[in-house]
């Protein structure tokens, strides 16, 4: 299908996107704030034009000024201390960030050491259960590590998911706690998958429950579904290089070599027995006999890390001032809208904007009968909860203000 056009995208400003409801979101109130007011967005167009520090006070003005702009895309920055379109008549000292969700970004591409189903840009359902495990590893970690409430996960329209927590304990982060939170989150940073994670024993708390969500799976997709090891050349880049004995390397490449195409099942089962068979020629005993394999064991559990683990792009969480594309954009080049993931979601799940033009003229131009409803329905419900803790947020710190300068009274 062919990319949106210029008018393709004026009709999905006018007629089907839900700018209300992104203007309450990033406002964090149905109320006038400054939340927004003084919220950046940037508009990117098809030109390769791009224009940042634009500001609205209004949902009305939001929809009216994406409307004339028309661009390819908008993006989403920061809340600063003056609305971001005064920005010219400022020196540039006088305009700081305050805050902005801390957003992640997981794609596809970087899991290609391991898929064989599709490789760069192309996703399909088989693949795309990575990123449903690393969406599934973050919710866990953001929720009962950092006790973060309110986060959503987009569909970045063609092979990947950003996370935008919207909590305000997680808005008000500086750039060096989010870096903070990056580096606790980000176990895996070798994209290739050829150099040996050896992570420190015993596993931090986090990465056992991490190993624990994803083993169940390990055997699923990566041994079965995927395969990545039935070619020997992968097989001796990414699994031979995560074990830590030398010579069971090397007795490993020799049998691999001698018997071409063994199944990533058959080469997994091939360490443990040639692990034995080592242990045994070496005439170990017990006691280092049970070291070797106990060592054998967290190079496996390092593996399934490796291959499975969210791989985040570190850049789009490391600073306040950083710009995501706004859910419920239209992809340039898919044109698939950038819709909230749902339970069971997959890239063929999401609404085409040529699909939401047909569905327009079949139901009077109702947008609640078209297959983007769902996704505005349950981004409609975030909304309500993000709104609703952000004010319990708010007037608990107030209180917490209140009390402490009737204490700073009391002692003075």
Known sequence: MSAPSSADMEYYYKQLFPFTDVFYWLNHSREPSKDMANRELAMAFRSGAYKRYNSYSSPEEFKQQIERANPDRFEIGAVYNKPPKERDALLKSEMHPLQKELVFDIDMDDYDPYRTCCEGARVCSRCWRFITLAIEVMAATLREDFGFQDFLWVFSGRRGAHCWVSDRRARMLTDIQRRNVLDYVNVVRDRSGNKRLNLVRPYHPQLTRALEQ?????????????????????????????????????????HWTENPGRSSQQKWSDIDAFAAAETR??????????????????????????????????????????????????????????????????????????????????????VAETSLQPFIGHFEKYIDSVIKHAGEAVAKAEEESSLKRKHDDILA
């Open 214 to 254: 994803l083993k169940p799976h390990f055997v699923d997709i990566i041994l079965g579904d995927q395969d990545p090891w039935c070619k020997d050349e992968s097989a001796f880049a990414t699994l031979l290089t995560g074990l830590h004995d030398k010579q069971l390397q090397e007795a490993l490449r020799k």
């Open 281 to 366: 020629s070496n005439h170990l005993n017990a006691a280092r006999k049970q070291e070797y394999m106990n060592k054998l064991k967290e190079c496996k559990e390092d593996i399934v890390l490796q291959a499975l683990y969210p791989k985040l792009d570190v850049e789009v969480t490391k600073q306040t001032i950083h710009l995501l594309k706004s859910p419920f954009c239209i992809h340039p080049a898919t044109g698939n809208v950038c819709v909230p993931i749902l339970d069971g979601f997959e890239p063929s799940n999401a609404p085409k904007l040529h699909q939401l033009q047909q569905e327009m003229q079949q139901h009077n131009n109702n």
